[in-house]
């Protein structure tokens, strides 16, 4: 039995909670495996719409069992606030959704360290979510940081530990810490909440479902683009979000992995700052932004929007050894007359087809230009439906991409998802 992974081959927001949801049915545990509550998946089904932060996409799907993994970060106080907005929809979380004692988690301080960094880089900023992402991954790396499991040996010493730790760094950045009391009230609360939960070893919990034929699906938060060591340094995440975190965020072997379905929109989109070569800042950027509703699910924020960049596309196939391609939101591009497609980029003159390490330099996109399919794909149901431009769509990308495109999803519920066969 292998774990399939379902991961973003962008810059993070691809759709991927909406496609677990569809694909979870197949599988008896989804597992969360990197990320913290930066990272917001919506699913919308039977009217009604969710954003899931830190609980795995599976959790509305009958019993499955839901993983929080080892090399996921968590906010107590973020976490409490998700699982009874899920509770007072009728969704029971208790008994099926279990957390890694090994999973790190986001102190208050953590929040004010993140702000206290982000604005002592003045104009160079990252463009973080405020949530004490970074530096809770930091404490992780530097041996500092306070985990799951640590709840249960002698907390209050540790947790104050850190603390003093914490405001003496906020102290040279002349931080305030007038917040931390209102932070820490709300965050204990959370603690409460997480403690209803059941804490595992979940590295001998996955390896036990696996070697009992159990099916996992490994899902992924934000995109390869933002992966800690192959995305868009520095303006990218503190995790790694390629397919191998799979290995060191639950505890599973390399040879365990099976399928990875990468998913990826029609066109790109980025939040924040950092690198975006077919960023359009122009009305059809804008259109784009619109049609697509392209603001971030958690932070509220505008979407950067542009073309498809098959440049980047086949770079993070290549790190994540995609078996299959899920393309999303196709239907934003309805109304377009003509549709670019990046295929090279031109730096200093010189053409390249790899993406390159120097994200600073000024990169032009060389475009193909398709036509467009002038349709309302958003009520098709079969893929006999397409029209011809967007079948042609399909088989330029396919082909520049050698890698099949195995699910199109037309639409924000999970009925709008239309599975082709794998070539």
Sequence with gaps: MKVDVLLGLQWGDEG???VVDVLTPKYDVVARFQGGPNAGHTLEFEGEKYVLRSIPSGIFQGDKINIIGNGVVLDPALFKTEVEALEASGHKLTTKLLISKKAHLILPTHRLLDAAYETAKGNDKIGTTGKGIGPAYTD???RNGL???DLLHNFDQKYAAATARHKSILLQYNYSVNDLERLEKEWFEGIEKLKEF????????????INHKKSILAEG?????LDIDFGSYPFVTSSNTISAGVCTGLGIAPNRIGEVFGIFKAYCTRVGSGPFPTELMDETGQKMR??????GSVTGRPRRCGWLDLVALKYAIMINGVTQLIMMKSDVLDDF??????VAYKINGQEISYFPFETDAVIEPIYAELPGWKSAMSGMKHQNEFPEEFNAYIHFIENELNTSITIVSVGAD???????PKK
Excluded: P, W
Excluded at 199 to 207: G, R, W
Excluded at 290 to 295: C, Q
Excluded at 414 to 420: A, G, P
């Design 198 to 209: 059941q804490f595992i070893d979940s590295e001998h919990v996955a390896n036990m479902y």
């Design 16 to 18: 991927k909670g909406k």
């Design 140 to 142: 992780k790396i530097s």
């Design 290 to 295: 619109d049609l697509g509703y392209e603001y």
């Design 337 to 342: 007359d003509t549709i670019n497609v990046c």
């Design 414 to 420: 999970r009925e709008q998802t239309i599975f082709l």
């Design 147 to 149: 985990r799951v499991g």
């Design 221 to 225: 938060a934000q995109g390869t683009m």
